[in-house]
């Protein structure tokens, strides 16, 4: 198949109207309209197979994951996604692998009015690219810098679902039947089944980061692993942060399947979980947790900001805690 063709594949897989787009897919550049009295927030992120997903990912999976990474960091900005790009890089013209990609992209997109209005294809090993913008009024976008002593952290969802389903993949047996004893009972299927999910088609928290604007005092999205990311908090902030690890929220699934210290390891370095790790004075903390939980997504405190640096991770009698790794790192 042509590259044309695959192009207008994409474009048709994709479509998803929107008013502010004047000239889209199909000329040079494209043509948008920033709304008066918004920023507009921008940002990309690159998937490689065997890094960021696996060789047998499903392409409908690989869709969905390509611009859900994208939309976590705007919600980790409290922006609202209008537009994206997409650059594919394919081994070889595979019309029906792209048409899934599509539909697992497209049914992302749909759900967040993100219109796809440019990009490219070319020839070599798997690779997307996707470049993301969306709006955010002035003055109330939320960055890493401006927590302070004395603030609480919190995290929305549950941590260390994603981490915990790349170890479920790993403990698969040749047989293709997964080798974890924890699981091995009513409703075993199920849990596995939810921590991939997690891993492969993670949930932005967009409304979330949009009631976070403006009241929040600091935010970054879980990637690289809880406490990587919240030490760039830290740094951007010139403040410290002691972390309680028996308050990290667990799903139900996670708490099935593996042990504390397992568990532990996940939630705290384990990345690809895709929350928000926010901070916020006490006086707002009430508030905010009610609306978030009315948002259909619940956040959890789990600890504090303090004068110092970097992160300090306790369990609930006050013992300090030793981390295995400090998270991901691409170059590492």
């Known amino acids: 198949m042509a590259e044309f063709h695959l192009i207008d594949l994409i474009r048709e897989r994709c479509a998803v109207a929107r008013g502010d787009v004047r000239l889209g897919i199909g000329d040079d550049a494209a043509l948008l309209a920033v709304p008066a009295g918004q920023l507009l927030a921008v940002s990309t992120d690159t998937l490689v197979a065997g890094v960021h997903f696996p060789h047998d990912a499903t392409a409908r999976d690989i869709g969905w994951k390509s611009l859900a990474v994208n939309l976590s960091d705007l919600a980790a900005m409290g922006a609202e996604p209008a537009w994206a ?40 090993a798997l690779s997307i690219t996707v470049t993301i913008h969306g709006f955010v009024p002035e003055g109330v976008a939320l960055t ?20 915990a389903g790349l170890r479920v993949r790993a403990l698969a047996t040749e047989e293709g039947r997964f080798s ?10 199920g849990g596995r089944g939810h921590l991939l999910d997690r891993l492969h088609r993670p949930t932005p928290r967009v409304a979330q980061g949009v009631i976070l604007r403006g009241r929040a005092t600091a935010c970054i999205d879980v990637s690289d692993g809880f406490v990587a990311d919240l030490g760039h908090i830290c740094t951007a902030s010139g403040v410290g942060a002691q972390i309680d690890a028996d308050a990290l929220p667990a799903s139900p699934e996670l708490l099935a399947a593996f042990g504390v210290d397992a568990r532990r390891a996940f939630q705290l ?23 978030l939980a009315h948002s259909g997504c619940a956040a959890t405190r789990v600890g504090r900001m303090v004068a110092g640096a970097g992160v300090e991770v306790r369990d609930a009698s006050g013992n300090p805690l030793p981390l295995p790794h400090a998270g991901w790192e691409h170059f590492a």
């Open 85 to 124: 790009t997409l650059a594919v890089t394919l081994p070889g013209a595979d019309a029906r692998w792209v048409g899934e990609f599509a539909d697992g992209f497209a049914a992302l997109a749909r759900q967040h009015g993100v219109a796809l209005v440019g990009g490219d294809t070319t020839q070599g």
């Open 144 to 163: 890493r810098a401006g927590a302070r002593a004395g603030d609480g952290v919190y995290v929305t969802g549950t941590l260390g679902d994603a981490a």
């Open 180 to 189: 974890l004893p924890p699981l091995a009972g009513e409703g075993a299927e």
């Open 269 to 291: 370095v384990g990345g690809d979980d895709y929350e928000l790790c926010f901070t916020a004075p006490d006086a707002l903390a009430s508030e905010l947790l009610r609306d």
